[in-house]
C-alpha cells in the first residue's frame, strides 16, 4: 500500500461501504428476445434485430428472468412489489447499438432486502438491500488481443439483452473485512437458488463498491467515491483498503474528498480517478413504452416461492440440529449446495451421521483435493461412504483399515462395497479365539466390569470396542456381543 496512515489516524475515522452487484441470470434465452444467453458463442452470433437495436424491432419480456429475479429476491428477503415499471436509461456507448438500456428505476421488483454476515465475536450484522432490480446486460467491447486492437476496438453483442438483476446495499458496512463477507454471502445464497452461477472471470457477477469515511461518531456520511469493475471479491477488499486510506489523508490533509468513478489496479494496490460527477451519466430515465407494467401477482408469487430450494443459513442450523455435528462442520458441509446435498445422502443412511461429517471432512475432500477432483466425481458414493462408517461404527473394521480401503478406492477408482468385497479382512467366527479375547478384556478391566454389574449397561460398547481393537477388527461383531453379555451378565 503507497499511503500511509498511521494507526492512531485511522482509528480516529469510520468508513462507510455500499455495494452494487450485477448477477447475471441463467435463463437459456435472453431478457427480451428468443436468442441464447450462453455464454462462450463466437462473437456477434447471438443476436437479433431487438438485441441489436435495429428500429422497429419490439421486446418481449421472458418470464423465466422475471422467475429468477423474483426468486432472487426472496433469497435475499426482500418485499415483492406486484407492479414494477421497466424504464430506459439513456446514454451513449459503442456496445450499447440501442443507445438505452432497458432497466428499472423508481419502481424496481424489489426493495428492502437484507443478508446477516458474521461480524466480530460471533455477533452477526444485518446489512440492508435496498433494491434489487431487472435489466439487461449491455455488449462487450474488446479493446485487446485481436489482429487489430492497435487500431480498434471491437463490440461483441453476444451479451447485449442478457438478462441482469442489480442489488444495490445499504450503506451499512463498515470494513473492507464486512463487504467481503457480505459478497460472500450474497454469493452464496445466489448460488443454492440456482438462478447465476455467480462466475467472475465470465462476468457473470460483477460488484461495483461506494465507500467514504467520516470521523467516528459523525451521523453525516462524507463524500462517496465508486470503485468499478473489480473483479474478485480479495480485489474488492484491497481496493476498498487503499480507498479509505487515500480518504483519510485526503481529509486529514485538509482537502475535500471529490465524488467520481475510480479503477482499481491491482498490480500496484491503487484506485486512479475515472471521471468526476461533473463528467457524470444524465441517464434521462423515462417508463420503456414498448413494455407493459410487470405484474407479479400473489399467486405467481407463491409459486416462486414454492420453488425456493432451503438457503445456506437454514440448512446450517437444521444440520445441526438433525445430525448432531458442529457449526464448524455445517460450515464446510455447506459450501456448495451439491456438497450439502451428498452428505446428507450419506448421513441420513448412516448409523452416526457425526461420523460420515468426519470421513468426509478428513478422508474424502481431501483425496478428492489432492487428485483435483469435485465431490460428484468421487469413486467412493455416498453410499459407500454410509456403508464404511457403519463398520467402523460397529467396529468390523478400524479406522487404518479403513484408510486403506479408501487408498484402494481411489487407485482403483472403484467404489467402496466394491473394494470392501475384495479386501474384507477375514473374520473371525472361530468362538473358543473370542472367548479367550473376551476373557482377557474383562480381566483386564475390573472397575468397568464393576460398573457394568451395577447397572450401567452403556458400559457394553466399551467392552465391544476393546474386544475389535483387540482382534484388529476381525472379531465377528454379533459373536462378541453375544459371548459379552452372555459373560457379563452372567
Ligand atoms: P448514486 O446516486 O451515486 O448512484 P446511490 O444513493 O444510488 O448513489 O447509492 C449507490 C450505492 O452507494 C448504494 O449501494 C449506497 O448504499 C452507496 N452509498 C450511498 N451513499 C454512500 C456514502 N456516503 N458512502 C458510501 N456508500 C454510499
Ligand atoms: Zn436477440
Ligand atoms: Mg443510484
Known sequence: MATAVSPDVRTKYEAVIGLEVHVQLL???????????????????????????LPG????LNRKAVEYAVRAAMALNCTMRETSIFARKNYFYPDLPKGYQISQYDRPVAEHGYIDVAGVNGATRRIGITRLHLEEDAGKSMHDGLPDSAHYTYVDLNRSGVPLVEIVSEPDMRS????????????????YTGVS??????????????????????QKFGTKAEVKNVNSFRFIREALEYEIERQIETVESGEKVIQETRLYNPSEGKTYSMRSKEEAHDYRYFPEPDLMPLVVDAKWQAQIRSRLAELPEARRQRMITEYGITAY?????????????QFEEAARSAKNPKRVANLLQSEIMGRLKMRGLAIEQSPISMKGIAMSADLVESGAISGKMLKDLYDFAFERNQDFPAVYEQKKPQQITDTTTIEKMIDE?????????????????????FFVGQVMKASKGQANPALVNEILSRKLDA
Open 27 to 53: 435463463t437459456v434465452t435472453k431478457a427480451f428476445c428468443g436468442c441464447s444467453a450462453k455464454f462462450g458463442a463466437p462473437p456477434n452470433t447471438n443476436v437479433c434485430p431487438v438485441c441489436l437495436g
Open 57 to 60: 424491432a419490439l421486446p418481449v
Open 176 to 191: 473492507p473485512d464486512e463487504a467481503y463477507e457480505y459478497l460472500t454471502r450474497l454469493k452464496e445464497i445466489i448460488l
Open 197 to 218: 452461477d455467480c462466475n467472475m472471470e465470465e462476468g457473470s457477477l460483477r460488484c461495483d463498491a461506494n465507500v467514504s469515511v467520516r470521523p467516528r461518531g459523525e
Open 329 to 341: 462442520d455445517a460450515g464446510v458441509l455447506t459450501a456448495t449446495r451439491s456438497l450439502a446435498d
Open 441 to 461: 478384556v474383562i480381566a483386564a478391566s475390573p472397575k468397568q466390569v464393576e460398573q457394568y454389574r451395577a447397572g450401567k449397561k452403556t458400559v457394553a460398547g
